[in-house]
Structures are given as C-alpha cells and as structure tokens.
C-alpha cells in the first residue's frame, strides 16, 4: 500500500506460500497474480515472470521460501523496472550474493511469529526500506496516518511493534547469527545422513539458506508423516494447498492444472525437524528412521 498499489492494479506472487503473501495484496485493493515456481527451489520461476508483468503491474512479490533466499537477480532481470518487494518472513539473516534478505528490494518485510528463526512473544513484524519516501508512508500507514496526536493525513492502521515484543526482540536479536549457523550445521547434518532417495536442495552459489524450515520430498507422504509419528519425530507440511486452490482465494478465477509444479510440490513436500538445539544424534535418529521406512 505504502508504494500506491490499491483497485485496479496487479501484485505478482509466487503460486506457492503461505496465504499471508495474497492477502497482504488483498488488503490493499489490488489484484494477485500468481506465478510457478521452479521445481527444483520452491522459488517464484523467474522465467515464468515476464509473461505476468503487465501495465498494471504495481510490484512483484518474491518469497524467501523456508530460509533460502530467491533467485533475486534474474528476477530483477525480468522485472522491466517494476518495484520489487521482498517476503522476507522466513529468512531473517539470510544472504543472496553479500546481501541480507530484506536488502535487496525496495523493501522488505519480515515476521516475527515466535516460530521464526527470530522470533517475538506474540505477534510482530518489520518492513526494511532504504527508500526515504516510502519509509515516510510506511511510518504513517503504520499508526492511523498520524501527523501529530490528533491528526490524520491518511487512512492507515494499528500495526506498532509494541515495547514488550521489541525488547523481547532486541535481546534475541543478538542470538540470530549463532542459531541460524547451528541450523546450517543441522542442514549438513541431514544431507550427509538421509538415504539417497531424499534429495533436499542445495544452497544456491552466492546465496545462504537460513533454514527456518528444512523440507524434502517423499513418495506417499501420509504413510512417511505417520512411520515417523510413530517413532515420536514430528513433522509438517509446508504448505498442503497452492494459493490457487485456497477457498478463500477462489474469486481470483484459478483452476487446477493452472500452476502444475507448485501442485506437485503442495502435494509431495515435508518439513523435518529443523531448530537451532538439534544435535547430531537426533538428525541421525531422524536419518534412520526415514530409511526405514524407504525400505517398507
């Protein structure tokens, strides 16, 4: 909103994130359009990304997906000078070619759910800017498009980060660099123990996953999720549903088929154990018990 999107106009979006990426375009009047993604990251496909930039195109959306940051360069490439705007939810400290998630863009915009690798108590969130204008929206959007104590220049919000949940974050805030090195090592963990069937991606050349998730994909995820239920290793899904088959975003005029790879992906991922207190012992139980079940 803070960059003029509203009625009329267009926000592209990976077809493959949480809900909280269309609904943000939502809240703002304009229209999402979804994009793949590329089979092998999760990651909005670059390639796939001029053919949905229209006149009416307000801004791009890439997601940092689970901690590993997109492909922001090609997607700059295809980009044509439309504003970048980066989700940046999962991927507190994470660097693409030097630069931190939330850098690269004209702005960036992070949660701190307590489940992030930098987590609040409760509800919080941040949006990066290096933009002087539109950090100057975003301070007025933020409380009422207050101007003084009783004067409003725009319609805005209540969306204050209060001082209970910045202090909770100041402290962590110096722990992130540790904790996001020791999910890396986790990360490493897992690629040198898991059974050759389970290929996790890479990090890409120049860039550093943070792993906020760890995610694989498996045949017959149902019957893997409970085999490792069973042996006390919980797991989830991230996520089950494309944007494109969300109920609540039915009105947008997709069907299935539209968005194949984000379909598959919807249909095939899993989220292992991943936190910064993971130790080698718990990833090589983990490791073994997924090996067990591939040989059932």
Same mark, same amino acid.
């Given at each position: 909103?803070?960059?003029?999107?509203?009625?009329?106009?267009?926000?592209?979006?990976?077809?493959?994130?949480?809900i909280?990426?269309?609904?943000?375009v939502i809240?703002?009047?304009a229209?999402?359009v979804?994009v793949?993604v590329d089979?092998?990251t !999760?990651?909005l496909?670059?390639?796939?990304?001029?053919?949905a930039? #229209?006149?009416? #195109?307000k801004?791009?959306?890439p997601?940092h /997906?689970?901690?590993?940051?997109?492909?922001?360069a090609?997607?700059?490439?295809?980009?044509?000078?439309?504003p970048i705007?980066?989700?940046?939810?999962?991927?507190?400290g994470a660097? @693409?070619?030097?630069r931190?998630?939330g850098?690269? +863009?004209?702005?960036?915009c992070?949660s701190?759910?307590?489940t992030?690798?930098? !987590?609040?108590?409760?509800d919080a969130?941040?949006? #990066?800017?290096s933009?002087?204008? /539109? *950090?100057a929206?975003?301070?007025?959007?933020r409380?009422?498009?207050?101007?003084?104590?009783y004067?409003?220049?725009?319609i +805005?919000?209540?969306?204050?980060?209060?001082?209970?949940?910045?202090?909770?974050?100041r402290?962590?805030?110096?722990?992130?660099?540790?904790?996001?090195?020791?999910r890396?090592?986790a990360?490493?963990?897992?690629?040198?123990?898991?059974?050759r069937e389970?290929?996790?991606p890479?990090?890409?050349p +120049?860039s550093e996953?943070?792993?906020? /998730?760890?995610?694989?994909?498996?045949?017959?995820?149902? *019957?893997?999720?409970a085999?490792?239920?069973a042996?006390?290793?919980?797991t989830?899904?991230?996520?089950p549903?494309?944007?494109?088959?969300q109920p609540?975003?039915a009105?947008l005029?997709y069907?299935?088929?539209?968005?194949?790879i984000?379909?598959?992906?919807?249909?095939?991922?899993?989220?292992?154990?991943?936190?910064?207190?993971?130790e080698?012992?718990?990833? +090589? @139980?983990?490791a073994?018990?997924i090996?067990?079940?591939?040989?059932g």
């Open positions: 909103r803070a960059l003029g999107a509203g009625a009329g106009d267009e926000v592209v979006i990976p077809a493959n994130t949480f909280a990426t269309a609904a943000a809240a703002t009047g229209q999402p979804l793949d089979e092998r !999760g990651s496909d670059p390639s796939k990304l001029r053919d930039v #229209t006149p009416r #195109t801004a791009i959306m997601v /997906l689970y901690g590993r940051p997109a492909p922001m090609e997607i700059a490439d295809a980009a044509v000078h439309v705007v980066e989700d940046a939810a999962q991927a507190h660097r @693409y070619q030097g931190r998630a850098a690269i +863009g004209i702005a960036g992070f701190f759910y307590p992030k690798n930098l !987590g609040a108590f409760g969130g941040l949006i #990066t800017t933009d002087d204008a /539109l *950090a929206r975003v301070k007025l959007l409380d009422h498009g207050r101007v003084s104590q004067e409003h220049a725009v +805005g919000q209540t969306a204050r980060l209060d001082n209970l949940q910045a202090a909770v974050l402290v962590q805030a110096d722990c992130l660099d540790e904790w996001n090195a020791r890396r090592q990360a490493a963990w897992y690629r040198e123990m898991l059974p389970i290929c996790p890479d990090d890409e +120049g996953s943070v792993y906020h /998730l760890f995610v694989v994909r498996v045949p017959r995820r149902d *019957a893997f999720r085999h490792l239920d042996r006390g290793i919980a989830a899904v991230h996520y549903l494309p944007l494109h088959l609540a975003l009105h005029g069907a299935a088929g539209d968005f194949p984000a379909e598959r992906l919807c249909a095939e991922v899993v989220s292992l154990p991943m936190h910064p207190f993971l080698r012992s718990h990833v +090589g @139980y983990v073994d018990a090996a067990e079940f591939l040989r």
